[in-house]
């Protein structure tokens, strides 16, 4: 896609941001779910652990879609059935969150901006470590998987949770990310959007609006993805590792005409990490200093 340069080419690691997030991890390097068989899948066991330990009876639970949030909600699903949990409620995510959910019995309520979440789930597609800022809503084989940004309510589900969980591979977590931010933009300028995204990040990275159907090129040939609210999805896909996703989430927030991103950053918010043999939970707990740093 071929955008106009930048007077002043952008870095990514020239970035000096005006908050400061402090961190305090807690790391549980081996939880292993004796119910379970060794032949299991690593996603199965996270599953299992994220309900386990973080689910209590009268929640109001964010329901997560993706493979390992489908798993959850089977798992909590059959807790309720069986009695060992009571009085939870979910508020699905997406139309396959909700559909999971009645097939296994789980109530539902749907999400309004009043709504109290105690607790949500989600599959993630990178988790920065460190920050454990998630990218969610990459593109993926099945169209059915661009919900998290085609409705904004999803992501404000998780952000307005009390406490989140993603569920992630161990490859998935690592500092220095490679790979696309989806951008979800206003329709109608979109191009300009996108062109000021390319100079934000000259060298750095790709802008490409995302196709309803298939591949289509940059430009997201004749048929680009449309939300409900109208707007498009750009993907920056960036070709270096990126140094700081507070500082992508930062800078793009700057940009007229930008609705929303993929990066999700969380103040109280989990990592629930499946292993071959293990599962991992990292825990982040943060405060924001104003100013300068």
């Given amino acids: 896609m ?9 870095s990514l690691s020239s970035m000096v941001p005006t908050h400061r997030r402090t961190f305090r991890h807690v790391s549980v390097p081996r939880v292993i779910n004796a119910s379970l068989s060794p032949d299991v899948s690593p996603l199965l066991r996270a599953a299992h652990h994220t309900v386990d330990s973080y689910v209590k009876s009268g929640m109001v639970i964010g329901l997560g879609s993706g493979e390992a949030s489908d798993m959850v909600i089977r798992y909590l699903g059959q807790q309720l059935r069986s009695g060992s949990l009571q009085n939870v ?7 396959r969150s909700a559909s999971e959910a009645a097939k296994y019995g789980i109530p539902l309520e749907y999400f309004r901006d009043d709504n109290q979440i105690d607790f949500a789930f989600h599959d993630a597609d990178a988790v920065e470590e460190g920050s454990l800022i998630a990218v969610i809503g990459r593109r993926r084989s099945s ?71 298939g591949d289509a090129g940059p430009l997201g040939g004749d048929f680009p993805i449309v939300t409900s609210d109208g707007h498009n999805i750009l993907d920056v896909i960036f070709t270096t590792p990126i140094p700081s996703l507070a500082n992508v989430a930062e800078s793009l927030e700057t940009i007229d005409g930008v609705v929303d991103h993929g990066l999700v950053i969380k ?7 499946a292993g071959e043999t293990e599962v991992r939970t990292v825990t982040l707990q943060t405060s924001t200093v104003e100013g300068d740093v």
């Fill in 2 to 10: 071929a955008f106009a340069a930048a007077s002043t080419p952008f």
């Fill in 267 to 273: 103040t109280r918010c989990s990592v629930v990490i």
């Fill in 89 to 95: 409620v979910g508020v699905p995510m997406s139309a």
């Fill in 143 to 213: 169209q059915e998987d661009d919900y998290i940004l085609k409705q904004k309510a999803s992501e404000s589900i998780v952000k307005a949770a009390d406490e989140a969980v993603f569920m992630i591979k161990e490859e998935q977590y690592k500092a220095s990310l490679e790979g696309s931010i989806p951008v979800l933009v206003q329709s109608l300028n979109w191009l300009a959007i996108a062109e000021e995204i390319d100079d934000l990040y000259l060298g750095d990275a790709e802008v490409w609006r995302r196709a309803s159907v």
